[in-house]
């Protein structure tokens, strides 16, 4: 079996797909207790893992260096490169959102000014409801912009909506949902199909089961 080399996500999606993979039965105790490693060969399987930052996720894919990627679909809306997306790992849950203060009004049809992380997904999504708005890009904490008046309204990742709670704001619509998506390099899939197929499609009828297990 070829090694197979998988870059995944550091932080909240590292943690629910180590959790996916031992349900498929790959042990990942050496990811448990990685400590500041970054680069990690399985001792188990015929598996590399390297863990980065999920916008580099893409370009690990795309540059051949990694052959899965394992990425929010929020950086794929984002990047727009197009990778190679073959399966919805149905983790990592949560909204796109346009949220503001209580008295913001969403349908004054004044320019507003939306502060957002994610520029090219605001910007397509207005554009597609035919609004005309000016973005602001920040790339900290984006929920204090409507309450220094920096910002009308703001759009952002929301998962339990507490911090948006927790600074007065509300969601005044969901543009759409984000989950975490495995992509493929498309080399990859022709020098190593039985390999990169066969985890695809044993993550798929995993969680073709648990969807089961739920209704």
Do not use: W
């Not at 190679?84 to 790992?89: G, H, N, Q, T």
């Not at 959102?97 to 320019?111: L, Q, V």
């Amino acid at each position: 079996m070829a090694k197979v080399k998988i870059a995944l996500t550091k932080g909240r999606i590292e943690q629910s797909t180590i959790q996916l993979l031992e349900e498929i039965g790959i042990n990942c105790d050496f990811l448990r207790n990685k400590k500041r490693k970054l680069v990690f060969q399985s001792p188990y399987d015929d598996y590399e893992f390297i863990l980065v930052k999920a916008v580099d996720v893409l370009t690990y894919v795309q540059q051949g260096v990694a052959d899965i990627g394992i990425v929010g679909s929020d950086v794929l809306y984002e990047d727009e490169r197009e990778p190679y997306e073959m399966l919805d790992l149905e983790i990592g849950r949560c909204q796109f959102c346009i949220a503001s203060t209580p008295d913001y009004d969403p349908f004054d049809y004044r320019r507003k000014i939306v502060a957002t992380k994610y520029p090219r997904t605001a910007a397509r999504y207005f554009q597609e409801k035919g609004e005309d708005i000016e973005i602001i890009k920040i790339e900290g904490s984006v929920e204090i912009a409507p309450l220094l008046g920096l910002a009308d309204a703001i759009v952002d990742i929301v998962e339990t909506g507490d911090t948006l709670r927790e600074n007065g704001l509300v969601i005044f619509e969901k543009m759409m949902p984000i989950s975490t998506r495995l992509i493929v390099n498309p080399a990859s899939l022709k020098r190593k199909k039985g390999e990169v197929c066969q985890l695809v499609d044993q993550l798929a009828a995993h969680i073709a089961r648990k969807k089961e297990t739920v209704k």
